[in-house]
Structures are given as C-alpha cells and as structure tokens.
C-alpha cells in the first residue's frame, strides 16, 4: 500500500472515530446527568448496568473508538514534535491502543456483565 493511500485512510479513521466519540460522549453526558438530577446514586447507576448488553454494546463502542482515535492524535503530535522514525512511533502507538482497548473492554466487562 503506499504511503499517501496509509494517510488516507489513518485520516478517515480519525474522522470516523471522532463522530463516533462525539455522539457517545454526547449520550453519556446526557444519561448521566439524567441519572444524576433523578437522585440515582452511583451504586444504582452501575445496578442498572449490570447485565445490559446494550451498555455493553454502547460503551464497548466507546472503548474501540477511543481505542482508534487516541493513539492517532497522538501518533500525529507526535510525529511532528519528536521526529521518532515512523516504524518505532507507528509501533509504540499500536501497543498503546491495544492497551486501552484491553483496558477498556476489561472495564466494560466489570460495569455491564459483573
């Protein structure tokens, strides 16, 4: 694949990753604060959660499009400010991202299916 075609779509990644992000934390924000203003405590929230696969399923997405979108940000402040080769960079950053999506998931699990 060449280089300008990889750009291409790393840029379309990050473009689809945020809309993706922006309307979960849009969604997230307003059920929380829902939940809040009704008098939920934290322990009733997470009660509510447990055993919902469409939590699940939302904020899964959630992890995997943070998981995409953060690792390419940072790849391109990066990749401007550091000047590391592009091999290591692209590497460090992918083991990055697998770390937040293991981490996330792990999460995800914890909150919807404990």
Do not use: K, N, Q
């Amino acid at each position: 694949m060449s280089a300008a075609r990889r750009e291409a779509l790393l840029w379309l990644a990050s473009r689809v990753s945020a809309m993706i992000l922006a309307l979960c934390v849009v969604v997230h924000l307003a059920t929380m604060i829902v939940a809040v203003r009704g008098g939920l405590t934290a322990a009733e929230i997470l009660g509510r959660t447990r055993g919902s696969m469409v939590w699940a399923l939302f904020y899964g997405t959630f992890v995997i499009a943070v998981a995409v979108h953060a690792p390419l940000g940072l790849r391109t402040v990066l990749g401007e400010s550091a000047r590391w080769p592009e091999r290591v960079l692209d590497m460090g950053l992918l083991l990055f991202g697998i770390l937040v999506l293991f981490t996330g998931l792990r999460a995800v699990v914890a909150v919807t299916m404990a």
